[in-house]
């Protein structure tokens, strides 16, 4: 907080990441009051994040490319232009299905580019020492957003409707682009833009294959993208069939997660640690939290459960950011972490629909459980890699003092 451009990113993404998450909470439910169907909910929400998996690696290119504060700017403001148009179909009743699915599509279209370069402009705000920590904040202000924007959403909901919800997203992306606009961009550290050639993404590729540090946590995303990290389908589901409530319910459910991923990313700032192997730890944390999720009755219990199950979740999310921007050559950031939103983003087209139909025919629960699987069959596959990682990618220091990867041990005996 010490870096003056890292107080503005923080501030405004703070208020825009809030309306974020009520338009999330208001679309998930919307659909089901247009269609009643846990299968249509996962449908829509794969087709959102349809456009992250196909074109996830080109929009990091771009980043790579580009001046990532001013495409940040372009993508924040087409964000808002989306929310705003979404709200006045929905508040002069207007809005049909195919409205809501044409504009989740173009949504994920702007955020397979808008993901990717949000996460490598960080390292140019803060620099390489005080990476970890700012993605350990950056990752506490999304789950306090989460924590305070479905429960405002289920409020909204219940007094003056959904449309609400998206009229006030709209309006906050305001803040993230002033906030953008006030920055010194003398003061901060881009990394030399990629130029224009032929082959860009297969070297991407080639890289990241080549780097156990790199594939591997990318194979446990995978696997926890696409059946853990569908809450968007399951917790309305859960809400409304298991626990008989409304969107009060889901909202309030929504924020105990926020709330226990605030904890978690305050505990990962202050002592985490980077690497696949606590990657590995957060991984099967993970795992037994949502299992808990899946057996607890109640509201009380499933409140308190979806709070173990948010801390955990941020843990690794942050653990594998950090890892993956530390291990990657600055060269290379953009596409490595267009592959990382691919893998926890663009994995939804798969897991969504089916977490849709396992929550609507066997209740939400055994998603929660099918999530929880796949958490421990991640573990599996990291203590499996393990022996192949360099010593240096099992365990990654805090400090750096470039824009480079940590040295590996032969390069720091040369040096």
Known sequence: ????????????????????????????????????????????????????????????????????????????????TLALLLGLLTVTHTVRLWMVVLLAVALGSVNAVDSPTRQTFVPEIVGPRLLRNAVSLNSVMVNAARAVGPALAGILIGTVGVGACFLANAASFLAVLLALRLMSTERLIPARPVQRGP?????????????????????????????????????????????????????????????????????????????VVPLIGAAAGLGAALTAAAAVPGVPAEVAALGWVGATSTVFLATGSTTLQLVTDPRFRG??????????????????????????????????ALGAAACLTATVLGLLVLPRLPPEHRFLERRATDGRPAPTATEADRA
């Open 1 to 80: 907080m010490r870096v003056r451009n890292f107080r503005l990113y923080f501030a405004g993404q703070s208020v825009s990441l809030v309306g974020t998450w009520m338009q999330a909470v208001a679309q998930s439910w919307l659909v089901l009051e247009l269609t009643g169907s846990g299968a249509v909910l996962g449908l829509v929400v794969a087709a959102q994040f349809l456009p992250v998996l196909l074109g996830g690696p080109y929009g990091g290119l771009v980043a790579d490319r580009a001046d990532k504060r001013l495409l940040l700017m372009a993508t924040q403001a087409a964000l808002a």
């Open 335 to 368: 596409r490595v972490m267009a592959l990382w939103s691919v893998t926890f983003l663009g994995s939804t087209p798969v897991g969504g629909p089916i977490l849709g139909v396992v929550s609507e025919r066997l209740g939400p629960r055994a998603g929660l």
């Open 199 to 275: 082959g860009q993404l297969a070297a991407g590729l080639r890289y990241v294959r080549a780097t156990t540090g790199l594939w591997a946590p990318l194979a446990m995303m995978a696997l926890i993208g696409t059946l853990a990290y569908e809450f968007q389908v399951v917790l309305p589901l859960l809400a409304r069939i298991t626990l008989h409530g409304g969107a009060r319910t889901y909202g309030f459910l929504t924020s105990a997660m926020g709330a226990g991923a605030v904890v978690g990313g305050l505990a990962v700032a202050a002592v985490g640690e980077a690497g």
